[in-house]
């Protein structure tokens, strides 16, 4: 006979079982196939020739930024793309085929089953960028090497000064595999919780996958654009002064996050330095979103009817 | 602790039309049902009469309108209710990605179940239903009959007191249908309370001990079923071998009785069914 425990919310066993079993539905759904595609485009990234407009000594640093591009974007691309579909095909998918039904007549509370989806999805998102960072890591590892021993014998063959050589070494270095580079990934990570949440927020009283998907993509872009887009209503109007516009500017920030702030990954793409502040706060963001989100699902969720 | 299994007052639900100004719906009109703990109920009626959503809300999947639902005193919308119950929708797909053996594993951490209990549960039930050879296969290779099957041992994994069958052999050829049938015989001797619905009125007749029926949303009828189905004023005598001398003597008897009268006399019939089993197993009953 079963345990009869208190059916207390967000048991975390109980959650850890339903994500679980949704990244094994995502694995099985062939997802991780996307990485094969990964792995290829990182590494013909590896052929390409940089125009040489700054001269031969920043031909290195260039192409150690174009294959830190080239692997971002495409985690960016994969983690936000796949947040919005997965998440938005979860919760449709098991209302439809009735699965819901079996799990919600078990004592499962809907916010455990919610948190469950979400865990899953994210953890699945989290172990293909692990992936990816790691194939990255190696390609980076090895290039940098390759590029630093290029660029310091052209350099010592042109005389260079022992200082100048040093500071060479150092801007290769920081284009190079960075503690930086890894707060950038996790920067694409916590952006992509973010936009999964609302995707989850979004499926909750969404009966079409579709609609939740563009939906979703649409409020990215929201939130790609809305900073910029509060800056130029406030400098080209005078109402961007008075307290109404200024709540409800503020109303606007607080419903679509300012994703301009996951930006982080191009101070890190330049080889400039994330600082742990930085990446704290966009953690701290993130997961204020990722709450207000899921709960407000599950304000949604808990009085659905099925 | 409540002396009824299942306990419907005077359950109403509406389901609001989008449209301004048309009135709800209302699918369910003042139901009641009792079950008490170890019968088996079934709920009949034609579709759309009410079935599926008096179940839901017994469930907590739909929130009544007006009335109450409880499972063994406790209040259906509460999540702790859910401990005794298991439950199977009509024409279930579950996670056609796991095998057998992993959705009931599955289903079973829900409730709580873990390690060697939950092996020797799984290896159980999968027994039970007649599945032990598909175990490791996944669903998506799974006939109508076996996920019903399937769907059913994921209902019983926690052990629950009650079963809520929606339809349990809907599209389910005949043989999967008495399997299925054999089975719920099967828990109704271990105690367990069932409450299901169908429209197959063969089927409700011979598993269960206590009938409602619901139409257009309200209880027409309830009681117990060989008191529901016995007509009155008749009695039936059936005989084996016997000789046309002797039935000629009791026609004989019966015409010399006054007030009484002879209804149908003739060669005993089975149904289609036990002779679709009989010659596609050699057996039946």
New interface residues.
Partial sequence: ???????RWLQP??VA??AM?TF??LV??KVFYFLMVFAFIALASQFFDLPQYNGPEAVGTGELQLLKGWCIGVMKLYSIVFAITATALLLPKDVE???L?????????RIDYLVGKLAGVLLLILVSLLFMDGIMSLLLEVRTRHVMATQMEFAVSRGWSQEALESLRRDIGAQGLTWSLQGGVLAVFLQSAVVGASSLLLSTFSTSTLFTSVVSFLIYLVGSFQADAAEFYRATTEAGTTSFASLALKLLSLVFPNYQLFNVTDVAIQGQAVGFHAIGSLAGLSLFYVVLYTLLSWIVFS?K?? | MSEFAVDIRDLVKDFPSPLRGVKAFRAVDGVSIRIRPGEVYGLIGPNGSGKSTTM?AL?????PTAGSCAIFGKDSMK??S??D???????????K??TGAETLR????????RGKVLETRVSELLDLVDLANARDRRLGGYSKGMLQRI?LA??L???PRLL?LDEPTAGVDPLGSRQIRDLILKLRDRGITVFLCSHLLEQVQEVCDHVGIIFQGRMVKEGRLDELIAVEDQQEIVLKNASPELIARIQHMVGRTPGTSLVRIGPSRTTLERLFLQETQGGGE
């Fill in positions: 006979m079963a345990e009869r425990t208190s059916n066993r109980r079982v339903l079993n094994t539905q099985r759904m085929d009735r699965t039904y079996t799990i919600l007549a078990k004592p499962v509370p009085d009817e099925f | 839901k469930l907590g999947l739909l929130a999540v702790d859910r401990n119950v298991g439950f199977l929708p009509e024409n279930p797909y579950f996670y990605h796991l599955f289903y079973g951490r829900l409730c709580n179940i769907g994921q209902a994994v926690q052990e809520i």
